[in-house]
């Protein structure tokens, strides 16, 4: 063995033993570090994604109706942490519009109920914990009441495709006594190309997203205690900057929640 494989060979066992460096193919066998690659960066730097969908919602016995459009956009980053979890950190903005032309509303008619309401769009964060034995919310104390159960699935791998899927379950007591107990249920479905999940860690992995909610009705939306639910159906796109999200979402973001860019 000559000089230059020497130095070769020993610069290759100084590779962290992590992804591909070691087996590409035992990143899949991690189910946390497969979530982190699609949904974020395993190196810590920060991700974008842009979504859009309806809004719907069900009186308890009734049809369910097409309510709202519903685009945003979002900046989120991982970060490993020293006992082998990772810290999620989010912000997010999004609005509500009308079905047809996709327009922001500032006042709409809530078809459930014959109402003018304002709906209210929102700009938002949010920091969890995930580990492999499950995700959790990253706050001093859950309020009195609240249940919070949150989990990663191992991935689905096909052929060339991968799937991961993070779902979230909170109820909370009413807001008085008697009141409806609120739920809040997200999925959130991301899929990418199994060449790209195995790339290095400091590869960007492209990736797809697609979420529901089952959620009790938003209060804005003037329901008071009638009971029924709420559903979100969003698809998106995981860009490595801010300008892969679609121009005019992006504009809006930057005009009224330049925050939401900023994680």
Wanted: proline fraction near 8%.
């Amino acid at each position: 063995m000559n000089r230059r494989e020497c130095l070769l060979l020993s610069g290759a066992l100084a590779l962290p033993l992590t992804g591909w460096a070691a087996d590409p193919e035992s990143v899949l066998a991690d189910k946390i570090l497969t979530h982190v690659r699609i949904r974020g960066r395993e190196d810590g730097l920060p991700v974008y994604f842009w979504y859009a969908g309806t809004f719907y919602g069900q009186r308890s016995g009734e049809r369910t109706l097409p309510l709202l459009h519903i685009e945003g956009a979002s900046s989120s980053r991982t970060e490993r942490q020293p006992d082998g979890s990772w810290i999620y950190s989010l912000r997010e903005a999004g609005w509500f519009g009308d079905l047809e032309s996709h327009e922001v509303l500032q006042e709409w008619v809530n078809p459930l109920n014959g109402k003018k309401v304002q709906p209210a769009h929102y700009n938002s964060a949010q920091r969890t914990r995930f580990t492999a034995d499950g995700v959790f919310p990253l706050i001093a104390a859950l309020p009195p009441g609240l249940e919070y159960t949150g989990y990663i699935t191992p991935p689905r791998v096909e052929g060339d495709d991968v799937w991961t899927t993070e779902e979230l379950f909170v109820h909370s007591p009413g807001a008085s006594p008697g009141a409806p107990a609120n739920i809040q249920t997200s999925l959130a479905t991301l899929s990418a190309q199994r060449a790209e999940v195995l790339k290095p860690r400091d590869g960007f992995v492209g990736a797809l997203l697609a979420y529901q909610t089952l959620a009790s009705f938003r209060p804005w939306m003037g329901m008071g205690a009638e009971p029924g639910v709420i559903s979100w159906r969003l698809a998106g796109r995981k860009c490595s900057t801010r300008e892969g999200i679609p121009a005019a979402l992006l504009a809006r973001v930057r005009r009224e929640h330049p925050d939401a860019l900023e994680i």
